[in-house]
């Protein structure tokens, strides 16, 4: 990948007796088993989809592609599907990076506020985030329309368009560019900006000419992640899309695996589209991180950030923040606690206040499977962020470092199970461990499987911007001063890749509670996830008690993330 | 320390080969009974009165626990659990999901031999779909003698009903503005303030042919739908429905869940269904034995339970039991879905269900 540097690997160490090249190394070993790993956890759930959508009974068929997108309205629902998600992107992006860059190298006020506003969009259940903005941006019940009322008149905010769409998913997945940004920032060498601002260049043009180009890789795998993962985001339109009509790519998924006997001819076609895309995606990302060294920012040299100062700019900043603040996380979670303090949604008032109890919360407590699910979801979410980070950290040295042929295909591959609809993977794991002599079946085991291979591309993504920034010499001076190649991992990579890690994996840890649509279909009795939870109030209508569920999981989650970070703080992970 | 971790890669890729070796997956419609051996039941069908209860509690308490899969609310369930098990020495083991993934997972671990459910409870649709891939047990016995004959099918049978009817928000539709008829949904004064439930083409067809076999012509039906649509905002879920009614986001909710808007109103939301309109349509959600259930006498008395005293349990929390439609909605005249006509064109009315939806922008 890096052409510019000098070729590395097993060439590069002392020549050994021609024999014993042909016997495995260690590296070599690990490097194949990660391989192996992510090639069967992504062909896995691939095989099955293509069969359903390219075979019937009969052979070869194209038929799902024509019920999937000879549908009447199909370009109107293009049309839609790449509004609201470029939309949706576009805004996370730019939300999302001002702030890591705010909270990274400036003296911006009020960091600790950053924090929540990365976690907590994250932890709240999508279908919870929506309806809390139902409840505050309606044109019918809206409370911030109610607000605005005498000034805008009645119904100003309409929350119901692909405007609102773009807004609520936009906020949403605004944590997910945060985090890669923050990663990628962490890991600049400030003085790179620093000597743009002594030659004149004002503080725009360095942002402009220096930042941006040095974070390019990072900017790209985030367009690339929030673009596929609002053209699937399934709640946003069906709360608010489809109200008046909106519809959108994965609204054709929801109906076509709705019917009986399922089309999955049909799914699999719309997700061979989004794969297309998603892969056209991931080569231009490759492309763009190609000119090598230009983003090696971590190099020989040391450096330490030192946070810009803001000038006159810092209280404007600190208004800014202090707004998005409130909107991501503050109205959202009022809502959240309010509701979780009712009986059922009222809007507020005096008599209401004085009716509220906490039965939600006793409820949730003698809940028999409250506990289980919390545990389940607990061990789930650390097992596969912990597998996923480690097994991506290699992936991501192979991607970028190696030059083993093929490379680039497992990068691809690991990009695969972001495509790939929940149920369609449940039912490809149900299929292969329903039938392997090992019993996996009906354990958390398959859970833990269906968890690594869906946020696989999430991880590799991280891991794969953060080695793009790490200079080749640092490995290199490692491997001349004779450490192996083991040892040049776990003691230079690592610990250098750590910030992106890190970030990679909270966001696993934080989304794996929310995981339904294939936990939904692996789970058995006794191993119940809180997702299923969820799932289980929201269908009975509980939406009081699932607030209050909400509030628990945005509690737990915070605390877990931040002793993370406090422990990463301690081996000298966070620069902060 | 190589040749360990060169025999630990061969050991894992002989798993993974092994683990793939399953052949290709078939599209989702996994058919037939599979490898699992077939449950013997026949030794109890036959037995009435006590000495039919006598033998199955003798042998389900033997068997000692029972695999329940459903698509049943939580709360529901857990009630009819600990009803089951106070009086029989039986422990319950649970899954549920929508009756959709119930199904699927059903027919894969049929295919794969693989013997997870003992009894399956869920909606019509998936029921008869079970029903028709062969892998339900005929049932017989006396409990069936107070299920109507629109609850009684191939291999399941009916325990309750989802009634679907119009329901209301009180603060946003005055007393006496209500809709009485299917027909006042379709009334310019709920224009934006209707809701239809996007996933209701049951409900639509159902409601489609009776007004033509009231003698309405097509015209006039299809008018009185596409007006509906085109007053009408869309939503996803029945108890998101219910919950946008209560909150006021929706004046008129076409075609809910009695039970769900009951429970809201019994906690004091402003929402109202009755005086119900007429006719009810109802639909039925059933119970089925599984051919290849691993606790046979287990799952025989949980059916007989379900169809006797489970269903004063149902009663009791809002539910409408199959063998009492009359106490649940009193003289307010009834139509069952045809169930077979749904699961046989499922396609065909899911998809002009949808397009109806879909069009709704140009009626405007």
Redesign the interface.
């Known amino acids: 990948m890096t052409t510019a540097s000098p070729a590395l690997g097993q060439e590069t160490v002392a020549e050994p007796a021609r024999w014993r090249r042909w ?4 590296k070599m ?1 690990i490097l ?2 990660v391989g ?1 790993a992510i090639g ?1 956890l992504a062909l ?1 759930p691939l095989y ?1 989809l293509l ?2 959508t390219f ?2 009974g009969n052979g070869v068929t194209f038929g799902g592609f024509e019920r999937a997108y000879g549908h ?2 199909i370009l109107p629902l293009i049309g839609n599907s790449l509004w609201f998600a470029i939309g949706a992107a576009v805004l996370s992006l730019v939300v999302g990076t001002s702030l890591a860059y705010l909270n990274v190298r400036t003296d911006v006020p009020f960091k600790a506020l950053f924090f929540a506003a990365s976690i907590v969009p994250l932890i709240i259940p999508g279908i919870l985030y929506t ?1 809390s903005w ?2 505050l941006a ?1 044109p ?2 809206g409370l911030i329309n109610r607000l605005i009322e005498p000034v805008f008149g009645s119904g100003a905010i309409d929350i ?1 368009t692909i405007w609102g769409m773009v807004w609520v998913e936009g906020l949403h997945l605004s944590p997910i560019v945060f985090l890669l940004m923050v990663a990628a920032f962490r890991s600049m060498d400030p003085s790179l900006e620093e000597s743009a601002l002594m030659s004149g260049a004002t503080r725009w043009q360095v942002f402009r000419k220096v930042t941006v180009p040095l974070t390019r890789p990072a900017i790209v795998a985030s367009i690339l992640i929030m673009v596929v993962r609002s053209l699937e985001s399934f709640e946003v339109p ?2 608010l899309g ?4 909106i ?1 959108v790519f994965t609204s054709r998924i ?2 076509v ?6 089309d ?2 049909a799914a699999g076609a719309l997700a061979v589209g989004l794969l297309v895309l998603a892969l056209i995606g991931v080569a231009m990302a490759n492309i763009v991180g190609k000119s090598g060294k230009n983003f090696q920012t971590v190099t020989g040299k040391g450096f330490r950030p030192r946070p810009m100062e803001l000038g006159k700019w810092r209280p404007v900043m600190g208004v800014a923040i202090v707004l998005y603040f409130i909107l991501t996380v503050i109205a959202p979670l009022v809502v959240l606690l309010y509701t979780s303090l009712l ?5 507020p008032s005096w008599d209401v206040f004085k009716t509220m109890t906490l039965d939600n919360y006793r409820e949730l407590a003698g809940m028999s499977k409250a506990m289980t699910a919390l545990q389940n979801s607990l061990a789930l979410g650390l097992g596969s962020a912990t597998l996923v980070m480690a097994f991506m950290a290699i992936a991501a040295w192979i991607v970028v470092r190696s030059r083993i042929r093929g490379r680039h295909l497992l990068d691809q591959l690991a990009f695969v199970p972001l495509v790939i609809p929940g ?1 369609v993977l449940g ?2 794991l ?9 019993p996996i ?2 354990t958390l085991f398959i859970l833990l499987i269906a968890y690594v291979t869906r946020y696989m591309p999430y991880g590799m993504r991280y891991a794969v911007i953060s080695m793009h920034q790490i200079s080749n010499e640092l490995e290199e001076s490692a491997q001349v001063s004779g450490a192996s190649w083991w040892q040049t991992f776990r003691r230079v990579l690592l610990p250098l890749l750590a910030p992106g890690l890190l970030a990679g994996w909270v966001y696993i840890l934080v989304v794996s509670f929310r995981e339904l649509s294939s936990s ?2 692996l ?4 191993n119940e996830v809180l997702s ?1 939870l969820i ?9 009081t008690v699932l607030s209050a569920l909400g509030v628990v999981m945005v509690l737990t989650l915070i605390l877990l993330v931040s002793i993370a970070y406090k422990l990463g703080a301690k081996v000298g992970l966070n620069r902060n | 320390m190589n040749r360990l971790k060169l025999s630990l890669a061969v050991a894992c890729t002989a798993a993974l080969v092994a683990a793939c070796g399953g052949g290709p997956p078939t599209s989702g419609n996994s058919g037939g009974a599979g490898g699992a051996d077939k449950a013997d039941y026949s030794q109890w069908l036959d037995l009435t009165g006590e000495q039919r209860e006598e033998a199955l509690v003798k042998a389900a308490e033997e068997e000692g626990q029972l695999s329940l899969y459903t698509s049943l609310s939580s709360k529901i369930i857990d009630e009819l659990i600990d009803s089951f098990e106070e009086t029989y020495d039986v422990t319950l083991e649970v899954y549920r999901a929508s009756g959709e993934a119930v199904l699927q997972r059903v027919l894969q671990e049929n295919a794969a031999g693989y013997g997870g459910a003992d009894v399956v409870e869920t909606n019509a649709g998936e029921m008869q779909a079970l029903g028709n891939e062969g892998v339900l047990q005929p049932y017989q016995g006396e409990a069936l003698d107070n299920v109507p004959d629109d609850g009684k099918f191939e291999g399941w049978t009916a325990t309750r009903f989802n009634v679907f009817a119009p329901s209301w928000n009180t603060k946003a539709i005055g007393k006496g503005e209500q809709p009485k008829t299917w027909e006042d949904l379709a009334d310019p004064k709920y224009k934006g303030k209707l809701a239809l439930e996007v996933g209701d083409f049951d409900w639509y067809m159902a409601l489609h042919d009776y007004w033509l076999a009231e003698g309405k012509s097509q015209d006039e039906v299809d008018k009185l739908f596409t007006t509906m649509a085109a007053n009408g905002k869309k939503v996803k879920g029945h108890s998101v429905m219910a919950e946008l009614t209560s909150s006021g986001q929706f004046g008129v909710a076409a075609s809910n869940y009695t039970y769900i808007v009951e429970e809201l109103k019994a906690k004091g939301a402003p929402v109202e269904l009755e005086p119900l309109v007429a006719p009810a349509i109802v639909r039925p959600n059933g119970l089925g034995l599984m051919k290849t259930a691993q606790h046979p006498a287990a799952a025989l008395l949980f059916k007989d339970w379900m169809l006797g005293d489970g269903q004063k349990v149902l009663a009791e929390l809002n539910m409408t039991p199959s063998t009492d439609l009359e106490g649940a909605l009193g003289d307010t005249e009834r139509i069952a879905l045809d169930v077979e006509k749904v699961v046989k064109e499922n396609e065909k009315w899911s998809k002009a269900y949808e397009e109806l939806l879909a069009g709704s922008d140009e009626v405007k």
């Open positions: 016997l495995p190394t260690p070993l194949g088993m192996l069967y896995v099955y069969w359903g075979f019937d009447s309205q309806i139902i409840f309606s019918d019940i119901f069906a709360l489809l109200q008046n009509g519809y929801y109906f695996l709705r019917s009986y006997p399922p999955f001819g009986k059922f949604y009222t809007a149920l039912l490809a149900s299929f292969v461990y329903l039938r392997s002599p090992i079946y009906g939904i279909l789970y058995s009795p006794g299923i799932f289980e109030q929201f269908e009975d209508g509980e939406f």
